[in-house]
């Protein structure tokens, strides 16, 4: 008999689900604990136990989002056309939304199931009969409708889309999302150098013209007492670059860094850029085992520019997978050209969402999943012999 459990802070979850043999920090309760003390403050998280019998096989995540026009569109614009379809985006998006997944992470970090133990369709119908439950909770404790739905982040080989039947009997329908920038670490690169001698001339001469442009910069690991000492400074940098994103849906708590450092220790790397002793730039690390997951950055703007910070943290960023024997560096998406410039791929990803409402069809949703993930023409560089 299939049953499940809802966990409503990290306290509750039992100890068998870090047993589970799923190889993903973000699904560990030490993650789950920083994000539930820093969490965005429209972001809260439910974690729930599927159960064969007594027996824990799978677990999930589900986010309420709750979005506004203010957190959805950081940057105003004075253009009246684009107020309008501001305005009218707002109006299908804004309100509460269930997500299976982590929606401040790029890539599914939402599921696990033991597919021995318990079938796709079966899992997902129990996450399925979950999502009802919330639904009714949230509109009982907050008086607010969950209006959209989404399972986040799908690679092509995942076997969730082997789940049609599923994903069409709950009216969720499939919408291909920017990629997701992976650089894979060749076998023949055992040193940075490796890899830098594999550039071809031009981005080889690129390359040394960001170094040198880098050279008045120091970078340094900082430790948790920076971050706690330095909060500040950090999360203003840090809104230097989100504040720039065309569409966002949170905001980082002040406290998020600190509290990644504290539960995942060694794990969780933060780099800072110094001018001199002034902090003026910084880019994070997640350890998920033989996978490197870029994280949060930030940097002074004018600063950036003038010493190609951007492309020297990916460079570095770079190097740190290369010299820890990582299989793969999680570049993320954005910034996808820039990405490629030093040897990451796009790899297409999906996710599958619906609109509670029955009179908003299926493909005024897609509109606006265009409008706000917009799948950019961009071109793919190619920087190798």
Same mark, same amino acid.
């Given at each position: ?172 329908? =499939?919408? +291909?999302?920017?990629? %997701? @920038? !992976? *650089? /894979? ?7 940075? #150098? ?111 520019? =003038?010493? +190609?910070?951007?492309? %020297? @943290? !990916? *460079? /570095? ?7 820890? #024997? ?60």
């Amino acid at each position: 008999m299939i049953t499940y459990k809802i966990y409503r802070n990290v306290s509750e979850i039992p100890s068998e689900w870090d047993d589970l043999p799923v190889r993903d920090l973000f699904l560990k309760t030490p993650f789950l604990k920083a994000l539930e003390v820093s969490s965005p403050n429209n972001i809260n998280s439910y974690f729930i136990g599927v159960f064969e019998s007594e027996t824990l096989v799978g677990i999930t995540i589900i986010q309420r989002v709750q979005m506004y026009l203010d957190d959805v569109f950081r940057r105003t614009s004075n253009n009246y056309l684009k107020q309008i379809g501001k305005q009218l985006v707002s109006k299908f998006v804004r309100g509460n939304a269930l997500v299976v997944g982590n929606l401040m992470h790029t890539g599914q970090h939402g599921i696990y199931f033991n597919s021995e133990k318990i079938p796709q369709d079966d899992f997902l119908g129990t996450i399925q009969k979950v999502i009802t439950d919330l639904t009714i909770e949230i509109k009982q404790t907050f008086n607010k409708n969950i209006r959209i739905i989404v399972f986040k982040d799908y690679f092509e080989t995942d076997t969730i889309h082997q789940s049609t039947s599923f994903f069409e009997k709950q009216n969720l329908y =499939k919408v +291909q999302v920017q990629p %997701n @920038m !992976l *650089f /894979n670490i060749l076998d023949t690169w055992k040193t940075p #150098n490796n890899f830098v001698s594999d550039f071809n001339k031009k981005y080889r001469r690129r390359y040394k013209t960001a170094r040198k442009k880098s050279t008045d910069l120091t970078c340094k690991a900082l430790d948790e007492y920076y971050l706690e000492k330095h909060s500040d400074k950090l999360y203003e940098l840090y809104e230097n670059v989100s504040d720039n994103a065309r569409v966002n849906s949170f905001k980082l708590a002040k406290n998020h860094f600190l509290s990644l450092k504290q539960q995942l220790k060694d794990n969780f790397k933060v780099y800072g850029y110094f001018l001199e002793d002034e902090l003026v730039g910084f880019y994070s690390l997640i350890l998920n085992y033989d996978i490197l997951e870029t994280y949060f950055l930030g940097y002074n703007n004018v600063l950036q520019q =003038k010493h +190609q910070m951007y492309l %020297n @943290m !990916l *460079f /570095n960023m770079a190097f740190f997978g290369i010299e820890n #024997n990582f299989k793969t560096i999680v570049y993320a998406r954005t910034a996808m050209e820039i990405k490629s410039s030093i040897g990451a791929k796009p790899n297409t990803m999906y996710v599958y969402l619906k609109h509670t409402n029955n009179l908003i069809a299926n493909t005024v949703m897609k509109c606006v999943v265009k409008y706000m993930n917009p799948m950019r023409k961009w071109e793919e560089r190619h920087p190798f012999k």
